[in-house]
């Protein structure tokens, strides 16, 4: 098992960034690749991007390309968002998943951090 937890949430306004964090633990954090996901109110569960370790390139949504971006640091095991020229579309609770390498399947998945974007 890997064990997620989120954080860097908060209220920021319209135009500002937000980096959120991803920190793991319990299992060889460099075998697993990782996305973010968010959920806004009265909406499913989206994809906003993966860092696709060892497929290729991160790849993001439509919503989130060219102004997130996904890094991380194995030696903290942490992988990160960084959110620039938020949008009040953007407000959601925001998760951090891990799927093993070979896999498709996201199966570990943090508690979720709340991004909200006044305007």
């Known amino acids: 098992q890997v064990q997620l937890v989120e954080s860097g949430g908060g209220l920021v306004q319209a135009g500002d960034s937000l980096r959120l964090s991803c920190a793991a633990s319990?299992?060889?954090?460099?075998?697993?690749?990782m996305g973010w996901f968010r959920q806004a109110p009265g909406k499913e569960r989206e994809f906003v991007g993966s860092?696709?370790?060892?497929?290729?390139?991160?790849f993001y949504s439509d919503s989130a390309k060219g102004r997130f971006t996904i890094s991380r640091d194995n030696a903290k095991n942490t992988v990160y968002l960084q959110m620039n020229s938020l949008k009040p579309e953007d407000t959601a609770v925001y998760y951090c998943?891990?799927?093993?390498?070979?896999?498709?399947?996201?199966?570990?998945w943090g508690q979720g951090t709340q991004v909200t974007v006044s305007s």
């Open positions: 998943a891990a799927r093993e390498l070979g896999s498709h399947v996201y199966d570990h």
């Open positions: 319990g299992r060889t954090f460099s075998n697993y690749a």
């Open positions: 860092d696709n370790s060892g497929l290729g390139i991160p």
